[in-house]
């Protein structure tokens, strides 16, 4: 009861397993499984549905069931409770012989979603065998005269069990002449020996009896026992000896009952008795003992049974040679057994469907076949094929499972149904083939849309075509026929900058010609991606598109655009043959002091154009002095090539062309003033002196010109309007003078020295500053006027260092001029500009300033 017990539990342990392992295997879509062997009919083995994720009632619906690879059926299915179970009793033993793990295959197949899973169940070893001997009890000839220390080779036991239920160890008891040894032979396998500790004495002891006890590794173990008598002989000094120490021979598995398979040969020196050998099997297993006889005469070993090369491919077999004085001699037989292609494939249809429409998509499963051939090597390789020409493919699924799908799309007026030959062929000389038919009818629907004749368009169009230009042809054909196979094109909506795609490009609806309809600007457009769909005359309608590209390529039609220096008045020609230009300049200065690689000026140009259009480079046309100044060919930085010298002159007219690398080149010009000064007077004066030579008839005026002349001219006004009033100030101040007394000749209150006078005429003055701020750009420079807090006492004595001498000469004497009629000077006159308002006062001060230096100004 308590052996019971623990094999139950060990049972339930398994079941464990099983369940544990299933949920872990059922998310790769294949389950596995394991029961203990020799389970009743009915056993559980595990919950499919459970772990499949199938409902009870969808069993039954979807048409599941259970197909075991082979001839016998060792699991069915519970349709009521979704569980595997044991269809007979398994014995391991009897299926998996010799093999350490033992696992069955079956395949659980839902019809009714054309899917199958694939299950293995492993066949769990008990310890359900005891050790055996073949012989329970030995008789064993030994002489007295054998020395101790030798050795003899005893029969091994047999256990069916594997693992730690397999034979595991001997024990010897009965005699302490002989002890037991255990030698590993070449497989792992344990061999007994029986070992002579103590010398035999005949006249002492004629007969010895002795147990050997063999003991497997189960809990409980299981043991198996043999008998062995030794009975002690006089003396046989010779023993058999075999010609060859192992026999190897190949056999095929088709060799008729009775045949011959190996003779075994050995000899005896002795005579008599002692020299007369006989053969017999030393090891041996149960089902070899079956199929193997061996002649006990003549050592012929023949076959008694079928051989058969799936079942066991190879035999080892140990034969014992012994004389009449029982010495022996042992040989190792290997017999190896070849295939013979005596197995055709078999094709199993598992599943297969009767219609298909013929719009299924490709790759729908029309049918599921299991191909198997029990042969091995060349021999079990199947190929399998479709006969003829159909619109079907096989796939291989896994291991041996095929399916049969579509291949392209199915047109029923072409054919309505299909009688497809499944042909399964192996490796085999000469081949075995079988074969299965699967009937399948088409059921017809509209199923054929145009086709383009490419994957996508793409053309290349050069800007400024002409309106109407053809593009490219786009076509599609239908494989249908009549009104079907009638293709028109059009285009699919879209807008290019906002305007309609269809005011940039057509297509013509019958021809499928794609037009441009105007004229086409690479730097606003540079390409154009759009959609042609071609459409049948089906009911309903079917189409297609495709991707059409158009590339706008440019053309250099844009020249350089100078963006420093600005832009002249006119625009002109730049006369090198290249392409047409546009003229730039603008003024810029420059300290006489600079270093050679100053930087002067930068001309910056931009072209509209892309690529090699775009690409622009810069070079010194002319200059007025060669040599002092270079351009950079990429940068456009103007810089001086040396140090200016005193020779040099100040102004310095360069001219530099921007081309680009277009074919033909197109060009623009940039005209730069350089002005080479010391100090602010000396650039003045060469600014004054540009602005008269500007003047000169035949050249264009440039931008500081024009502002000269316009603030002479408003000067001038000015200076008229300032007269005019200092003589009404005049004539009033005498008309005052007439009507009041002598002494009220000033204003009380006010400090004599906040007047000035010119011929008598006193004018408030107030004293102001300025700040003026000169650049290279003379659009840049800045001029800050503001008017002091409080007002001066008195006028300064002399003028300062960087002002000129007074505009009247100090040679009048000094009481010659009233006190209230002071001689203006170029401070009392830049104080005077200064109590205009900032826009007037900066006026009058560059105009006075520029008359003073060219000394054409008197009072």
Partial sequence: MCVAGRRWGRRQRALLWVMLLAAWEAAWGQLRYSVPEEMPKGSFVGDVAKDLGLQLPELSDRGVRVVSEGRSQYFALQGKSGHLVTAERIDREQLCRLVEKCVLRCVLIVEGEMKFYEIEVEIMDINDNDPSFQETEKELRVSETTAPGSRFPLREAQDADLGPNSLQSYELSGDEHFSLAVQAGPGGDQRPELVLAKALDREEAAFHELVLRAMDGGDPARTGTARIRVTVLDANDNAPVFSQAEYTVRVPEDLPVGSVVVSVTAKDADEGQNGQVKYSFHKISDRESELFRLDAESGKITVEDGLDFEEMSSHELEVQAHDGGELFDTTKVSIMVTDVNDNAPEISVRSALSEISEDAPTGTVVALLHVQDRDSGANGEVRCSLDGDVPFRLEKSFDDYYRVVTARELDREQVSEYNVTVRAADGGSPALQSSAVLALRVLDVNDNAPVFAEERYSARLAENNAAGALVLTVRATDADWGQNARVRY??????????????????????????????????????????????DGGAPALSSNVSVLLLVVDENDNAPQVLYPPPAALRAGSGSGSGSGVAWS?????????????????????????????WLSYEL??????GLFRVGLHSGEVRTARSPLARDAARHSLVVVVKDHGRPALSATATLQVVLAESVAELLAELGSAADEAAAPGEPAVSLTR??????????CLFVAFLLLLLALRLRRWRRQQLLPPDSGALRGVPVSHFVG???VRAFLQSYSHDVSLTADSRKSQLRFSAGGSCCDTLPARPLPDEPAPLLGDDDPAGALPSDTLVPSVSSLRQFFFAIPSPLASLLFFFAFFCVLQGDICW
């Fill in 490 to 535: 059009r285009l699919s909506e879209g807008r290019v900058r906002g305007a309609p795609l269809s005011s940039y490009v057509s297509v013509q609806a019958e021809t499928g010609a794609l037009y441009a309809l105007r004229s086409l600007d690479y730097e606003q457009v540079r390409e154009l991606r759009l959609w042609v769909r071609a459409e």
């Fill in 586 to 614: 603008g003024v810029e200065l420059a300290p006489r002091w600079s270093e050679a690689g100053a930087l002067v000026a930068k001309v910056v140009a931009v072209d509209a154009d892309a690529g090699q259009n775009a």
């Fill in 621 to 626: 046309a002319k200059a007025t002095e060669p």
């Fill in 707 to 716: 502002w000269l002349v316009l603030a002479v001219a408003a000067v001038s």
């Fill in 758 to 760: 010119i011929d008598g």
